[in-house]
């Protein structure tokens, strides 16, 4: 029989696995949250006009020119409504999950699955901030204009980064720091490469004609 101390040896590996397989799905199931985000916006404010244009995809967005303009001319006025219905759905999805891991971290002190799943849904939007200003840096050239188009994105991205690295910081003990450096960030990493170069492509791929 195992003892006690086998038993928490054999709980903890258990765990960096779950860990790990959770963060090697990062990207499809990012992507696949934000296509329910954005079909389920589209029934409850569009009756489905949205669904009549967007490609499901591997991306989990409207893609390319000529699927934006065809929303637009869909929506008319209301297209600016939408996107922005979509993008406060997101940010408060990141808010509350945020807001809950640091709830429960006051009576968890070691992190437990709901709180990685918690942390997880969070990073997307992390990641999502990471992405904006890689674009910024890329478009650098041009980067007051890019500034004054996205202010809102400019500022809720800068917000994400800031609590991003604050729970990284001051609410993650060394041993959890470990996991994500170690465990969750390589299966991430791994996840994008997974997804985005191989699987996604086909079994959603672009449809772009």
């Known amino acids: 029989m195992l003892g006690l101390k086998d038993k ?3 709980s903890k590996s258990r765990n960096l696995m779950i860990v790990f397989f959770m963060f090697l799905l990062f990207f499809p ?3 696949q949250f934000y296509n329910l985000i954005l079909i389920s916006s589209d029934y409850l404010l569009t009756s489905g006009k949205i669904t009549q244009i967007y490609n499901y995809n591997y991306l989990g967005q409207l893609i390319g020119c000529s699927e934006l303009n065809e929303a637009r001319l869909s929506l008319g006025d209301n297209f600016s409504s939408f996107n922005l219905y979509v993008r ?3 940010y408060t999805i990141a808010l509350i999950s945020v807001l809950l891991f640091l709830k429960r971290r006051k009576n968890h002190p070691n992190l ?3 709180d990685w799943i918690l942390l ?3 990073c997307f939007f992390v990641v999502d901030a990471l992405e904006y200003f890689a674009n910024m ?3 650098f050239s041009d980067v007051i204009s890019y500034f004054n188009a996205t202010k809102l994105s ?4 800068i917000l994400w980064l800031f609590i991003g690295l604050y729970v990284l910081f001051f609410k ?3 041993s959890d720091k470990f996991q994500v450096f170690f465990i969750a960030l390589p299966a991430t990493i791994l996840s994008f490469f997974f997804w985005f170069l191989y699987l996604g492509p086909r079994i959603l791929p672009l449809d772009m004609s």
Do not use: A, D, R
Not at 154 to 157: P, T
């Open 120 to 122: 997880m849904i969070f």
């Open 112 to 114: 437990k699955i709901l």
């Open 154 to 157: 400019f500022i809720v991205n």
């Open 137 to 139: 840096i890329y478009n």
């Open 29 to 31: 199931i990012k992507t």
């Open 88 to 90: 406060l759905t997101h």
């Open 172 to 174: 993650l003990q060394s």
């Open 8 to 10: 928490i040896q054999l």
